[in-house]
C-alpha cells in the first residue's frame, strides 16, 4: 500500500459553489436595479409609465412591501453572505489539512522514540481455522456483523458465488484491539490508527492485502482474482483501512474494489473514487466518525447514514454490536424510508443473497528483524 492523499476536498467543493452562486446572484441583483432604474429615468411616454406602474404593483403583491428594488438589495445581501460563508468553509479546509499535517509530524517525532512507529518492521499472514461459518449474506447488517468475533488480529475473507459462475469477496477488517502507544506484534492497534487517518502506509492495510491473497490462492482455478468484484466492510479502524485501501491506485490496480461499507469510521478525507458504492454509517454521538474533522462527500455514490440527534457524546455508542442493531434496523424500516439504502443494496446484489463458497481467516502480524527495545 502507497501513502493516500487525506485532504478533502468537500469542503472547498462546496465554497467554489457558494462562491459561483454568489456572484450569479449579484449579477442578477445588478441587472434588475439597473432595468428599475432606466424603466424610472425621464422621459418615458405615457404608455411606458403606466405599464411601469403594473410593474410596481405586481413587485409589491410578489416581493412584499418593499417591492422590486427590495428584491434586488435582497439579492445582494443574499451574495454577500454567501461569499462570507465560501470564505469560511476554505478556512476550515486548510485548517482540517494543517491538523492533518501535524498529527503526521507528531507521529514522525513520536517514532524517533519508539512510539506510533513501524520502522524495521515486515508483515506476515497465518491462515487459521475459520471461527464459525457463514450464512448467505442478506443485507449491509450481515456485512457489518462479519467484523464481529476478529480478535487477535484476524482477518475474514468471505468468498460467495457471483451469479456468473465466477466468485465475489467480502473482506471484514477488525477496528482496534491494542491501545499502547508503542508497536506490537498485533498491528491493528494506535500505531495503525494514527498512521492511516494520516494517509500512511501499514502494515496492517498490507496485512488486509495478504489475507485477501490467501484466499484468493485457497480458492485455486475458481477465482479470476483480478476481476472478481471486491468489498471492504469495515468497523472503526477497520473501516479506515477499508477506506485507505479503496482510495489506494496501487491496491486497485489488482483487486476491482467495487464497494465499501464502514461504521463509526472516520472516512471523509480519503479520496475514495465515485466507481466503489460506499455506505458510511454513523451514531450522531459517536465521536469517532468525527475525528478526522471531515463531512463525507456528498455524491451519488456515496451514502452516509448519520444516525441519531447529536450531542451528549456517548463513547458507548461506538461498539460494534450497536451499529449492527442501527443497520438490521435501517433495512427493516418500510421501503423508502431510509433514503438510499435500497439503491445500495440493489448495487451490491453481487454479494447479498449468494451462496457461500469459502469462509478464510487469517492472522495478521508484525515481525522485526530487530525487534525495538
Given at each position: ?71 434586488a438589495l ?9 461569499s ?7 478556512q476550515v ?17 513520536g ?16 491462515p487459521?481455522?475459520a ?115 479503496a ?27 465515485a ?37 451528549p ?6 461498539a ?54
Amino acid at each position: 500500500m502507497t501513502r493516500v492523499r487525506v485532504r478533502s476536498d468537500a469542503l472547498s467543493a462546496a465554497s467554489g459553489r457558494l462562491g459561483e452562486g454568489a456572484d450569479d446572484l449579484r449579477r442578477a441583483g445588478a441587472a434588475l436595479g439597473a432595468a428599475l432604474a432606466r424603466c424610472r429615468s425621464p422621459g418615458l411616454d405615457p404608455g411606458a409609465l403606466v405599464a411601469w406602474w403594473r410593474v410596481e404593483t405586481d413587485g409589491l403583491r410578489l416581493a412584499g412591501p418593499a417591492g422590486l428594488w427590495g428584491l434586488a438589495l435582497g439579492l445582494d445581501a443574499l451574495a454577500t453572505r454567501l461569499s462570507v460563508a465560501a470564505r469560511a468553509y476554505a478556512q476550515v479546509e486548510d485548517a482540517v489539512a494543517a491538523t492533518m499535517a501535524g498529527v503526521r509530524a507528531g507521529a514522525d517525532l513520536g517514532a524517533r522514540g519508539g512510539y506510533l512507529g513501524e520502522g524495521g518492521a515486515a508483515v506476515s499472514v497465518r491462515p487459521v481455522p475459520a471461527a464459525a461459518g457463514v450464512a448467505p449474506l442478506a443485507g449491509p447488517a450481515d456485512l457489518v456483523a462479519l467484523g464481529d468475533g476478529l480478535h487477535g488480529g484476524r482477518v475474514r475473507v468471505v468468498e460467495v458465488d457471483d451469479g456468473a459462475g465466477g466468485s465475489a469477496w467480502v473482506v471484514a477488517v477488525p477496528g482496534t484491539q491494542e491501545w499502547s502507544p508503542r508497536a506490537g506484534v498485533n498491528p491493528f492497534d494506535l500505531t495503525s490508527d494514527v498512521g492511516a487517518v494520516t494517509g500512511d502506509a501499514t502494515l496492517a492495510a498490507a496485512g488486509v492485502t495478504a489475507a485477501l491473497e490467501v484466499a484468493w490462492a485457497a480458492a485455486g482455478g475458481r477465482a479470476r482474482h483480478r476481476d472478481d468484484p471486491v468489498l471492504l466492510v469495515g468497523h472503526s479502524q477497520g473501516g479506515i483501512l477499508a477506506a485507505a485501501l479503496a482510495a489506494d491506485p496501487g491496491f486497485r490496480v489488482g483487486h476491482r474494489v467495487t464497494h465499501l461499507v464502514t461504521t463509526g469510521s472516520p472516512v471523509g478525507a480519503f479520496a475514495v473514487p465515485a466507481s466503489v458504492r460506499v455506505l458510511s454509517v454513523e451514531h450522531a454521538d459517536d465521536p469517532v466518525p468525527t475525528l478526522d474533522l471531515s463531512p463525507n462527500p456528498a455524491r451519488a455514490s456515496w451514502l452516509t447514514l448519520r444516525v441519531g440527534a447529536g450531542p451528549p457524546v456517548d463513547v458507548g455508542r461506538h461498539a460494534l454490536a450497536g451499529y449492527v442493531t442501527t443497520v438490521r434496523a435501517a433495512e427493516g424500516a418500510p421501503r423508502g424510508t431510509v433514503s438510499g439504502l435500497g439503491a445500495w443494496e440493489a448495487s451490491a446484489g453481487t454479494f447479498l443473497h449468494r451462496p457461500v463458497r469459502s469462509v478464510h481467516e487469517v492472522v495478521v502480524e508484525r515481525g522485526w528483524q530487530n525487534p525495538p527495545t
